[in-house]
């Protein structure tokens, strides 16, 4: 990801790019003076393989897997590709385009060039141009994702800059393969997970996150960050087993979605009230407009993360280090955290560890003097975590503001009437749908049934 427009924010950073590779084994960064890898093997150290410093201003630096062959763009000459050899510190080639690279995306297969209204799909092995997609809709963020599968070679990139469409080319039989309605509003992030058969996006909006799958174009999960605000999302990324899918922004929160198919239990009668309300308020919803529906149908947030920081371009990645799943944030604060993910409770993430992208690592005091603004971060390890009951709290919403409390019952003496009232939490989302149906939402419903009779005492 590009942090060059953040840099100068981010205290002093000499942060331009960063990105995982991948399989996120390593972490590629672009600086003022020259680019370098770190390994990510180890929570404790952040080791670094390897640095260069003959290219100025690296804004692009894409390594292939944990090979030597490395894409380097430099803000000096940012219509030049150069493709490298590092270990050698060879020159492989270099292509020049008719505009500003603004993405490099490297499979197995290919090597992908995004420039604003264009895209170059090179062959990897010998780096001729295959294919080049032209007139594309604009698209000055270079926003595009490219699959890993060699098998499902896919590439993604927006169909629309006035709405959310996706546009799915395979790269391997140089054809269009889906054009996907993800979205109202224009598309602000996208990836693939590692089989190529699932694409996450989100639009600029940032509220709502869909899966589709690959190349049908079918919808598979769609999860929700919340009601309250709209966000930029930063990135997205699946776990290496496409199980959890994590989503970062610029707010403080990171929130990962478990990407699990809800098992149908058989219908129960209930009861108890509280059962008998449940009841009652998925019945309301056929009577509900359908954006007010879909919120009680969007998945929540499994997990979330609380970063030290608000505003700063970041970008994540899920993977298993030392035998932990772990949530990686590189930020343009120039600084990577390490966080810890209970697969079995989910709930809030503990940050083990973090580093700066110099290769030296912050002390534990340090760490808990830069805690964001209203939460302060307390740096504790994961066992003191779940033994203090922490990793057991279930995220079931990105913030209890979120949740939505605009629906309550009032039982009276023969029914129970349902009310639809607009409250504070989702006036913003429902007010102007739900206004106009108010006056026709109230009606009545069978009373709950009896309790059970209590034993007669005994004499």
Request: proline fraction near 7%.
């Amino acid at each position: 990801m590009n942090l060059a427009s953040q840099s100068g924010d981010a205290g002093g950073s000499q942060l331009l790019f960063a990105n995982f590779n991948q399989d996120n084994t390593s972490l590629a960064v672009g600086t003022k003076s020259g680019y370098k890898f770190f390994s990510l093997s180890s929570v404790d150290k952040l080791e670094q393989i390897y640095e260069c410093t003959d290219t100025e201003d690296v804004c692009i630096v894409e390594r292939l897997f944990s090979s030597s062959l490395v894409a380097i763009v430099s803000l000096k000459a940012p219509r030049k590709l150069k493709v490298c050899h590092f270990k050698k510190g060879t020159e492989i080639c270099n292509y020049s385009y008719s505009n500003t690279i603004l993405a490099v995306k490297l499979n197995r297969q290919r090597l992908i060039v995004c420039l604003e209204e264009s895209l170059y799909i090179h062959n990897i092995r010998d780096m001729k141009v295959l294919h080049t997609i032209r007139e594309t809709p604009p698209n000055p963020s270079g926003l595009c994702a490219l699959s890993i599968s060699n098998d499902n070679c896919y590439l993604a990139y927006p169909g629309s800059a006035t709405i959310g469409e996706v546009q799915v080319f395979d790269t391997v039989n140089l054809r269009a393969a889906n054009m996907i309605p993800a979205h109202d509003s224009p598309l602000a992030a996208l990836a693939f997970d590692a089989t190529g058969t699932k694409l996450a996006t989100a639009s600029e909006k940032g509220t709502v996150i869909r899966v589709f799958s690959i190349p049908e174009g079918q919808k598979l999960f769609e999860f929700r960050r919340g009601v309250k605000r709209c966000v930029s999302i930063c990135s997205l990324a699946f776990s290496m087993d496409s199980l959890y899918l994590s989503a970062s922004s610029n707010t403080e929160t990171v929130h990962i979605f478990k990407l699990e198919t809800q098992k149908e239990k058989p219908a129960e009668e209930p009861t108890t009230w509280g059962g008998y309300l449940g009841k009652v308020l998925m019945a309301s919803t056929t009577y509900l407009p359908s954006q007010v529906t879909e919120m009680f149908t969007q998945g929540r947030a499994f997990a979330t993360v609380r970063l030290p920081f608000c505003g700063h371009k970041n970008i994540c990645a899920l993977a298993v280090i030392q035998k932990i799943p772990r949530l990686l944030v590189a930020a343009a604060d120039g600084y990577l955290y390490m966080y810890n993910l209970d697969p079995q409770e989910g709930g809030e993430c503990t940050l083990t560890k973090q580093h700066r992208l110099d290769g030296s690592t912050e002390p534990p005091n340090e760490i808990l003097e830069q805690g964001s603004h209203d939460r302060p971060l307390v740096a504790q390890t994961y066992s003191a975590a779940v033994s203090k009951g922490r990793g057991r709290q279930r995220a079931t919403a990105a913030h209890p503001r979120d949740r939505v409390t605009g629906l309550m019952a009032v039982p009276t003496d023969q029914r129970a009437p349902l009310v639809l009232l607009e409250t504070q939490p989702v006036r913003q989302f429902v007010h102007a749908s739900v206004r106009s149906h108010t006056r026709r939402l109230f009606f009545f419903l069978p009373p709950p049934p009896p309790p059970p009779p209590l034993p007669f005492p005994s004499v």
